[in-house]
């Protein structure tokens, strides 16, 4: 039975969520084959079985995860055989730092840069939907990010700074080869390119060239444009 | 022969450098013994023997290394027998983020907060050096960084989310124990809290209770006030 992903998808199919983009890439990780099921906000009744309502949720045989932390750690577990997401200890708990980073710095940082371009690549059915959350969790319209993108994009390149530092002095935020550190980071970079109405980043910035060596990794060179 | 460690003091005698902070606890970690030689930043000639001008300096018998992360990296070299700084691959690469962030994030924005206070405390005849060399590299006088402090107040407590993030769920960022990633945000936390001329955290924030953490896995409570 061939491994199932739900994944958010755009109006034109573009898969652009930070979290289900790690979880895929855990997944090719992992060596593990998969499917994705592309999936609209407004879908909560696809994944009820999953007993919470966003994705990914991951359906492998009679397993059903949810939450991208919960995925990889269901992975880790259940594939031990298989390449490790973190590597020996302290090894996951550093992970756990760059998460919060991730999370608690980069995600509001490109959040405030495109949530007005992910609501118009949106299908029609999920962007009233989106608004009110996004306006409710913001505390500001669409417009009013929108109208505020230059100073957005400055504080993102002023967050992105420690990355950069980092990768002119080693490969991978792992070191020789990307593990969940890489993942977590390269999901919210993937989810800022492929949904932003204009390109956020040089082609010769370093974290571009880092992008290409995560995908080169796992064989999935090509993914940049669309991302399915 | 005992090991010395050339370590920056202020004319009251406190330690507040960051980088030294940080040499000190790798030297607790390995549980090695060493006596500080508290340094002024005038007292180039007294480290000259290192090649450069800048503190940390390690005096391990004929051993001469100077930078913290060379210091560190010769610990873990020189002391394979002791407990490791880092871990098992890719632990180390993993504490580079930390350190990336740690430079790149965290170092910038307190010391936009604690110049002013940093030169009031130094030594006088280390004062011009000081007042010269900070406001060239931060292109703006210590009254005027003094002048925005609350602004700079407001921007360091944004920068310590993902950290205080990361101790909600686990005692350490290396987690069960502290390794070179936690030594390098505590030395960054340990020369803010040491050199403000007012407290900086809440006696009940999350990394006031990882610092007593950190401290008291080497045996160095009661380092908190003065640092020597």
């Given at each position: 039975m061939t491994r199932k992903l739900y994944d958010l998808a755009a109006?034109?199919?573009?898969?652009?969520s930070p979290f289900c983009w790690r979880a895929k890439l855990a997944l090719a990780h992992k060596g593990l084959d998969y499917e994705t099921i592309p999936w609209r906000f407004t879908d909560k009744a696809a994944i009820a079985a999953s007993g919470q309502?966003?994705?990914?949720v991951l359906v492998d045989g009679a397993n059903i995860v949810s939450d991208s932390q919960m995925i990889a750690d269901y992975l880790e577990r259940s594939y031990p055989?298989?390449?490790?997401?973190?590597?020996?200890?302290?090894a996951r708990a550093l992970c756990m730092f760059v998460k919060s980073w991730t999370e608690g710095a980069l995600h509001p940082a490109i959040a405030a840069v495109v949530m007005p371009d992910i609501c118009e690549r949106l299908d029609p059915r999920d962007q009233p939907y989106f608004r009110q959350t996004r306006e409710a969790m913001f505390k500001r319209s669409l417009e009013e990010m929108a109208a505020a993108r230059p100073e957005a994009e400055k504080t993102l390149r002023a967050t992105l700074k420690p990355l950069q530092r980092l990768l002119a002095g080693q490969d991978f935020i792992a070191g020789e080869a990307p593990n969940w550190a890489d993942h977590l980071v390269f999901g919210a970079l993937q989810w800022a390119r492929l949904i932003?109405?204009?390109?956020?980043?040089?082609?010769?910035d370093l974290v571009i060239a880092w992008m290409g060596r995560v995908l080169a990794a796992y064989g999935l060179e090509g993914e940049e444009a669309r991302g399915a």
């Open positions: 109006a034109d199919g573009t898969r652009f309502d966003k994705v990914p055989n298989a390449p490790s997401l973190y590597g020996e200890p302290p932003s109405a204009k390109p956020l980043f040089a082609p010769d």
